[in-house]
């Protein structure tokens, strides 16, 4: 049980990063002035 709520804890906090990069990309346009690696897309 403590496992599936880590898990759950480190997939939200996953999403939560991804998702503030993504609106920074979209604010500031950091997508066309930055590479950014496939990783964080």
Do not use: H, Q, W
Not at 10 to 29: K, P
Request: net charge negative.
């Amino acid at each position: 049980m403590m496992l599936k709520d880590k898990l759950i804890e480190a997939i939200i906090f996953t999403l939560n990063r991804i998702g503030g990069f993504a609106v920074l990309s979209c604010c500031y346009g950091f997508a066309d002035e930055y590479e950014v690696p496939d990783e964080l897309l």
